[in-house]
């Protein structure tokens, strides 16, 4: 196999190749037959100095609520890229994206909407590439439906039956593989009457990347196909990088209601949410509708799934997104909700601001 004589730079994907053909097989997901060459191929063109773009996800960018309105058709165009961004602070990875950030755009829809899918897979992509929606009711979501060589558009339609917020990602062999790099998302499925009306929504996901260097290492690191099968992270990521959501915090003001979408791409671990310094007021367990509960602290959150809480901030302060495994805090894994506004001593009351300022305690 031409693909395993390719000299140094991503071992992981000869292996890849290798395991996606094999694989292939018991799946039924057929691979173009030249998919080797073309991984041997793009293998040296990737060699030369990529630029590096942008993969943050920036945790306002999604579309505002539908309001009332009867049952639509609705277009989703996803395109799949391959692109090297920055991982953690002068660290750079190869990510496989949808529409070139991790995650991927957040698909609003009406439960009834008739939701048309396209997914063009890049002219540049060394890999096929497709899109399974948790949402979709029907095979595979959508995966062979839309299983996409490079330079291939594929696309298929389904009828959104169950309100909620559902995860999608790339279901490719291996699938671990695409999720790991970067190719999932979340679509949102409103009921009919919508959800309760709140000053700010925000669009949060959970990832892991695995790479042959260790955490901290500078420079371009190489997916590990050994640590990702053995399920050993050296990244845990929000919205694409670890400064993603600290750079670019979630923002409101004092007295302002906050909901967060959230969702685990993973591959492999679950989140226990949590805000430091808050409390969620009411939170959508599993991110089913029937709900909600009301004052939860942590909200456990699988792979392939999504929770969705909703909390008004009353004090000004910085409010610390994690996961509370909070070993993954050193791996990257945090981010910023940033509340602005009077302070309110009636609710919180420090009694030695001056030295707290000082402080590096509370996480
Ligand atoms: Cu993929």
New binding site residues.
Partial sequence: MKALKIPGRRPLLATAAVIALATAAWLGAPLAANAGDKVAAAAHAHAAVEPVANVVRLPDDLPGPIGKRGPQRVKVDLE?VEVTGDLADGTTFHY?TFNKKVPGPFVRVKVGDTVEVKLKNHDDSM????VDFHAVTGPGGGAKATEAAPGETRGFEFKALNPGLYVYH?A?PMVAQ?IA?G?YGMILVEPEEGLPKVDHEFYVMQGEIYTEQAFGTKGLVEESYDKLVSERPEYFIFNGSTEALKKNPLKAKVGETVRIYFGVGGPNYTSSFHVIGEIFDKAYPLASLSGPLKDVQTITTPPGGASIVDFKVEVPGNYILVDHALSRVERGLAGILQVEGPQNEAIFKDYNPQKSAQSTGGH
């Fill in positions: 799949t496989w890999m096929m590439h497709n790339c490719t695409h790099n190719m």
